[in-house]
């Protein structure tokens, strides 16, 4: 009986710590990562950085924000669009919404917690609150309620 309690204690205990470690290790990751893209970067001369600019269609004025941010790829930002079931009201919405809904979210300092809760299991009243496009989430989904476009 004791042995019965102690294992399903340490099945309990295990499930959180192995999130933990994989988070961990996916920061570390993205740190090294990080770290060794600024170093390329800071080998370009002027020309070649406007040029790698240029070529990625990123304004010098951008630059900064995704380069202290924690730049997230697009399909993050898609993937919470769908799990605020939000794709209906946006598609309705004036298009500089999108623009700034995205110009924000490129720049989020949260990426790694935007990812944590698009993992999670989804739940009733869960929100990201971390994330900065929050009130326009909320507002939109005030909308979507309403029928308004």
Request: glycine content about 4%; charged content about 30%; some cysteine.
């Amino acid at each position: 009986m004791a042995n019965d309690q102690n294992g399903r204690a340490r099945q309990a205990l295990a499930a959180p710590l192995q999130r933990v470690s994989r988070r961990f290790w996916a920061r570390m990751r993205n740190w090294a990562s990080h770290r060794a893209t600024a170093r390329e970067l800071e080998g370009l001369s002027r020309n070649e950085f406007e040029r790698l600019l240029t070529d990625m269609g990123v304004a010098r004025s951008d630059f900064a924000c995704l380069a202290h941010g924690r730049p997230i790829p697009p399909q993050v930002f898609d993937r919470m669009i769908r799990r605020l079931d939000l794709e209906y009201a946006l598609s309705t919405a004036p298009p500089e919404l999108m623009i700034s809904l995205a110009a924000k979210c490129r720049g989020c300092r949260a990426a790694l917690d935007c990812v944590d809760w698009l993992e999670g299991e989804p739940a009733e009243d869960s929100l990201p609150r971390f994330c900065p496009n929050l009130q326009m989430f909320l507002d939109l989904a005030r909308r979507k309620a309403l029928g308004a476009k």
